[in-house]
């Protein structure tokens, strides 16, 4: 491991602390959140607001958006035209924006209905969720991580970061989760141990509300064993009904040789480096510049912080919970509510500067 590699969770801990998640003040007509970028900022990426109306009347009237000093957007104001109960996406252009080393960005959208002098304001703290065009070595030294662009968030006062890459033959992702002990353990024991689950899916797709709902993502699960050995395991691919992914099963039968994966401890910091040849995401994305689609990430710290979803840090709505959205497994310790759903978008660019 190389000091640069370590330094991102280091360096945006403490601004991620100062930032509380609001998603709606009791009594607003609307919920607004806002969405990762999927390319840097001086690329003139799209600012999207998901604007969903709580009420079962008629929403009409515009909604704007503010960045950090410098930054424009265009158009500066959008309508808005939302029946009950609907969610709209409405998208901005990012037509000055400027990067920063820690990739955190405050961003306040306000919501102005038509005829009224209130609004509804929420402020959020967002990142660039893209993967550079590059392939590095999985052989457990991140030197080569450092044109990644790392998203970090914190829960309980420990930092999670996730890197990505692409390129024509795989994508590659690497997750470094700060924790004080490390569980390794045997996959077939069914002991609590330290864990990440991957979902990739297409854009737009959401999980189905029933058993017997298809499945529309491929979710890996990332481990150490108690030698230390790297395993990972497919846990849902696309069309297996999800009644399939809540069911007992015993990981060895799911074990999946077809992805590189080496997982270190250093200090205080576990990494998850791997690599997922495209020919195995095939349904959900395709390697090309500009790609659009959903990348998850669930880490598993069962003697710590217990479950950290990126969705919860990326902002999803508290009703977008689903006990179908990631699947269950020997080992794993799932809190008293379910995750988020699997849905937080990712993209694919050239690079990140």
Known sequence: MTQSSARPLAAVLAWLMTWPVAIAAAGDPVAMRIESLLVAPAHTPSAVVAVKNLTATGFRGSISLEGPEGWSFEPAEQPINLPGEETHRVRFLVRRGMANEENVYVLTATATATGSSSTVVRQQQIAVASAPYFRPAIDGDTADWKDAIPVTWSTGGMATSVSTFWNRKSFSILVAVEEKDWIAGSPGGGAPMDAVQIAVSPRGSITGSSAEAPSTRLELLLMADDTRRGRCFLLAKPGMKLAETQADRELEALACQDVELV???????????????????????????????????????????????????????????????????PGAQWGPEPPLDCTTPWGMCSSKY
């Open 263 to 329: 997982v270190t401890r250093d200090g205080s910091i576990t990494r998850y480096e791997c690599a997922i040849p495209f020919q195995l995401l095939r349904e959900q994305i395709r390697p090309s510049e500009g790609r659009e689609f959903q990348l998850s990430v669930l880490v598993h710290d069962p003697d710590g912080t217990g479950i950290r979803d990126w969705g919860e840090a990326a902002g999803l709505w508290p009703w977008q919970r689903n006990r179908l959205a990631w699947s269950r497994w």
